[in-house]
């Protein structure tokens, strides 16, 4: 009984890019509209392509490689959308030709000092912040985008929490 290859072979993945890499860039460049986000997705498309893969069938591996390419694609929409809103929350928040200086250095005291305790946290314990508070991402999304439990996710965010209060007071 033979079994099932972990990963495709990178001179296979080498072949797929030379017969859809163009396709596929096209494509995107028609979803995304830019030329630099679109041969990302194209290139992140092609790594799933080695790392996964070998879980999809040799003959709707074209139509596979088409349909991770819309959800990178869809993917950096979001990413794209949530940085923008981001930056519109912290434009609106500052305000600052209204501000008293005092209150614009009391700001950007508070600014720093929450800067330095995100930087203490342990990497995943930030990782999971910074996708929640600052990619306004869910839980669930971001369990499956780190490979982790939910709970694990929820964890790491409880327990980064409790330590920025606890750094912050």
Not at 58 to 78: G, I, N, Y
Request: proline residues 4%.
């Amino acid at each position: 009984m033979s079994q099932e290859p972990q990963t495709l072979s990178p001179e296979y993945v080498a072949a797929m890019v030379a017969a859809h890499g163009q396709e596929l860039q096209r494509f995107l460049l028609g979803v995304l509209r830019d030329s630099a986000t679109a041969a990302d997705c194209v290139q992140a498309t092609f790594t799933k392509l080695l790392e996964r893969g070998h879980a999809s069938r040799p003959e709707t591996r074209r139509a596979w490689l088409f349909k991770v390419a819309f959800q990178e694609a869809m993917l950096a929409k979001r990413k794209s959308a949530t940085g923008d809103r981001v930056l519109r929350k912290a434009a609106w928040g500052l305000n600052l030709g209204s501000e008293s200086p005092d209150g614009q250095a009391i700001r950007l005291e508070s600014v720093e000092q929450v800067r330095r305790a995100m930087d203490d946290l342990p990497p995943e314990q930030r990782q999971v912040v910074w996708m929640r508070i600052y990619e306004e991402k869910t839980f669930a999304v971001i369990a499956e985008e780190l490979q982790i439990p939910i709970g694990t996710a929820l964890g790491r965010m409880r327990t980064a929490l409790q330590k920025l209060r606890k750094a912050l007071e």
